[in-house]
């Protein structure tokens, strides 16, 4: 069976630091083996926010899928650091996504898939999860995407 | 007492298939005794949306709140899945409404209900859940509301 | 170590009465040592809803702020009443603040800081938690924010 720490590597990507947030809250808070991460926003390994705008009007959909990817790999990097290492990750249970979308848009699965399909790409079966895809009328920093994430973690 | 199915039955209803998600993603996922759904959406049995559009401009409170209780049977499917049968759910602990409102409308309680009323109907005390209900800008299909519950199951 | 009662008092504060829903759930659900609470807006102890409108029109943030705290003051007197105590809370797990704004809004973080700062006054460490701000285009009763939090508690 594949690590999930090879499987990062096979695809070329590396974990970024798990961001730490710049208010009184944490990036991630461990309950036993549950892991609840705060909502990630695309931020690239620079800590620039990539894509941001309405998606329908300024971002389209392969771009916001992009930065759903983004934001999944940041919910990773929490995870990871709650579990200290991310081979320690035993499930991902529950991805919210939340897309910075005009009132007529539709499509909001497929912005979030970019982010079910990176963990389902790291981590196989155990990457499949329940999820939900809405729309916001708005998001921080004006960012087209926000998902947050419920993780199982090993001992 | 009564048992959840011999309440769904003396309802009318019955529950539909547990519909499997075309993404990446999972209709439901159980960690211990957790059960996460996916958001669902208020498809009826033969797989059709009911009432999409906008709460407050295309789609009445009545008619949301009809498609609020579907979505509420969808989410109970899926924890019945989860747990092996419907009297295998223990408690509804926590249910999400997203109503696809206008920016306007403050009637989001009344939609949800919807929802609750379903979950007490058929599981008495065990239904009662904490509950979040908010507007989301707009929602995948163009669907009225989505709801997504976190249920306790017996072993 | 000081109480989180203490901390309360020295705040010069109170705990407002549990709010009881008007509908068909329930203002907690505990299961195991989780607690969920459902969704609180702004009322003030006297039961009036504070600061209703829109963000970045009809409230401004510093006013937005004082609501999530008092936001945040009632999701901890849930899961005080569910913990037979504030002093049996062990850890604010997570927050999910949806702040009702215009489009163009971007400071949602400023917003829920509100209710993040009042969790770390009263639990220290123990009330940094992972927290998602996300806009809502529209809340119940036209409220300003909505916040909803899980908590561990103790035995």
Chains 1, 2, 3 share one sequence.
Not at 142 to 148: D, F, P, R, S
Request: aromatic share 6%; hydrophobic share 50%; with cysteine.
């Amino acid at each position: 069976m594949t690590l999930a720490s090879e499987r990062l590597a096979e695809l070329g990507l590396r974990l970024p630091p798990a961001a730490a947030p710049v208010a009184n809250y944490v990036g991630w808070v461990r309950h036993g083996h549950l892991v609840f991460t705060a909502g990630q926003l695309p931020f690239d390994e620079n800590g620039t926010l990539q894509s941001p705008g309405k998606v329908g009007v300024d971002v389209d959909i392969a771009t916001a899928q992009a930065a759903a990817r983004l934001c999944a790999l940041n919910c990773i990097a929490q995870a990871a650091a709650a579990a200290n290492g991310i081979d320690n990750i035993a499930r991902v249970l529950k991805v919210t996504g939340f897309v910075n979308a005009t009132p007529d848009f539709r499509d909001h699965p497929a912005v979030i898939n970019g982010a079910s399909d990176l963990m389902v790409d790291i981590f196989g079966e155990a990457g499949r999860h329940a999820r939900a895809a809405v729309g916001a009328s708005s998001l921080p920093l004006n960012a087209c995407v926000e998902v947050e994430a419920v993780f199982a973690v090993r001992e």
